[in-house]
T-cell receptor, first 115, second 113 residues
Framework: DTEVTQTPKHLVMGMTNKKSLKCEQH?????MYWYKQKAKKPPELMFVYSYEKLSINESVPSRFSPECPNSSLLNLHLHALQPEDSALYLC??????????????FGEGSWLTVV | DQQVKQNSPSLSVQEGRISILNCDYTNSMFDYFLWYKKYPAEGPTFLISISSIKDKNEDGRFTVFLNKSAKHLSLHIVPSQPGDSAVYFCAASGKGSARQLTFGSGTQLTVLP
């Protein structure tokens, strides 16, 4: 089982709203990731959590706030977003960060539209 | 500076024939390579990977070849099926960058019935 589950699949929010994206995996993976993907572009790394601690923040604006409540869950809190933040947000997980042969498994993504 | 390059944005192949998708990389620290397949509005699906200690890895209809001296890898799909039509991303990781994935820009494969 290589399943990463994301909710919601689609989200429309106004620029003053506060919303959250949620991600869950039950593969026992200790690294979890948030990526952002625009149409026809490769995924761009936003955050990495390793053993429930934030290990990488790729200079993401503070209007995106990640949270890892436990080893199976990863949230992305959204506040005061801009229309250009509209994209597919992908959660991913892997056995561990930094290991050779570390395959990253992606969820189906949450389509975010900021109006 | 693109460290992983997929120079063909698109490829069309007849059903039943071989699809060959190519990927080049510049960073000699990369030692693990992956191919992902992506349908519209879905997340990338892991297909196949190869470690730099090998030059070939096969899984069913999918084979990945690695030529380290040329810093080149390719994905062969035989026989191609219409359901293979998707965007294929090549990705690499290595000892630098905390082993995060570096993705190529993707190749849109269309398999014609």
């Amino acid at each position: 089982d290589t399943e990463v589950t994301q909710t919601p699949k689609h989200l429309v929010m106004g620029m003053t709203n506060k919303k959250s994206l949620k991600c869950e995996q039950h593969m026992g993976h200790r690294a979890m990731y948030w990526y952002k993907q625009k149409a026809k572009k490769p995924p761009e790394l936003m955050f990495v959590y390793s053993y429930e601690k934030l290990s990488i923040n790729e200079s993401v604006p503070s209007r995106f706030s990640p949270e890892c409540p436990n080893s199976s869950l990863l949230n992305l809190h959204l506040h005061a977003l801009q229309p250009e933040d509209s994209a597919l947000y992908l959660c991913a997980s892997s056995q561990g960060q930094g290991a050779r042969g570390n395959t990253i498994y992606f969820g189906e993504g949450s389509w975010l539209t900021v109006v | 500076d693109q460290q992983v390059k997929q120079n063909s944005p698109s490829l069309s192949v007849q059903e039943g024939r071989i699809s060959i998708l190519n990927c080049d990389y510049t960073n000699s620290m990369f030692d693990y390579f992956l191919w992902y397949k992506k349908y519209p509005a879905e997340g990338p699906t892991f297909l196949i990977s190869i470690s730099s200690i090998k030059d070939k890895n096969e899984d069913g209809r999918f084979t990945v070849f690695l030529n380290k001296s040329a810093k080149h890898l390719s994905l062969h799909i035989v026989p191609s099926q219409p359901g293979d039509s998707a965007v294929y991303f090549c990705a690499a990781s290595g000892k630098g960058s905390a082993r995060q994935l570096t993705f190529g820009s993707g190749t849109q494969l269309t398999v014609l019935p």
